[in-house]
């Protein structure tokens, strides 16, 4: 084994982090980064610190758009864990599909076998639009990137050994056969920054997940660039929707806010860390291989 060179997720995460420096963690002529509110000082400084800490230089300059960068985050995230997770066959053998989900596409859910009878939902709502005033839109779930497994053939199931036949488990989520679905393993949020009220659909779409399932609930995951600990707790803290929020350069925002002097802020901080309700980016494919 070669001692000098990193591990694979350490790796990663150092790509990750050279990669959104390109375009997307960037600063503005004044020197405040992408990810900072620019009317809050403490964001500022946070932020500045990570920059700083992950690679950024004064190169990394512009004017970041902000109808690209919800896009961009998605697909850097969708492109790390495509890097990582895959590579976990030991831990969590099987066919994957690791897709940033473009358009806003309502009815994607209903592609995977917990959420195929929203299809036939949305379908009966669109030949008759009364019953939407009944049943609103609680049903509606639009991932930023979604992790899928695919279905075993009786052939692969069965080698090296018989496992299955004609006679029993025909009904088995994971058994490939006609008119089946793709399992969903996992649904991602991305949001680069939690500012507004919108940052709560994450909260909201995960208890559809949970609520109009059948079969097993997916990983229910939200991945954030945001700086600040108080906004990062109005989405990490609680229990019961979802499972864990995930931050880019969580390590970096530890020892911003550790240099910070703001013992409010880093007490905060460690609640939700020793909580295991916030955690680094890193975290993310072992937890998923779970």
Wanted: proline share 3%.
């Amino acid at each position: 084994m070669n001692t000098s060179a990193k591990a694979l997720i350490s790796e990663e995460r150092s790509k990750f982090h050279k990669s959104i420096l390109k375009s997307l963690l960037i600063c503005n002529e004044k020197g405040i980064p992408s990810n900072a509110d620019k009317s809050q000082a403490s964001s500022v400084a946070y932020a500045k610190s990570i920059f700083a800490q992950i690679g950024g230089t004064s190169n990394n300059l512009g004017e970041s758009c902000a109808q690209t960068k919800g896009d961009e985050f998605e697909r850097e995230v969708c492109e790390y864990i495509q890097a990582t997770f895959a590579k976990l066959e030991k831990l969590r053998p099987g066919k994957w599909d690791i897709i940033q989900i473009k358009g806003r596409n309502k009815n994607i859910i209903g592609n995977y076998a917990q959420y195929g009878h929203l299809c036939e939902l949305a379908n009966i709502i669109n030949q008759n639009p009364q019953m939407s005033a009944y049943l609103g839109n609680d049903y509606t779930v639009a991932p930023d990137v979604v992790i899928a497994r695919n279905l075993e053939s009786d052939e692969e199931l069965n080698t090296p050994s018989a496992i299955v036949d004609k006679e029993s488990a025909l009904a088995a989520d994971i058994r490939e056969g006609e008119g089946k679905l793709p399992l969903l393993h996992a649904s991602i949020s991305c949001k680069w920054t939690l500012r507004s009220d919108r940052a709560q659909n994450a909260r909201a779409e995960a208890l559809n997940l949970i609520r109009n399932r059948k079969g097993r609930q997916p990983h229910i995951i939200v991945v954030t660039g945001e700086p600040t600990p108080s906004r990062l707790s109005s989405l990490a803290l609680g229990t019961g929707d979802i499972d864990c929020v995930y931050h880019i350069a969580l390590y970096e925002l530890q020892k911003a806010v550790q240099e910070s002097g703001n013992d409010e802020a880093l007490s905060m901080l460690n609640t939700m860390i020793d909580g295991k309700r916030l955690k680094d980016i890193s975290d993310l494919p072992l937890d998923l291989a779970i």
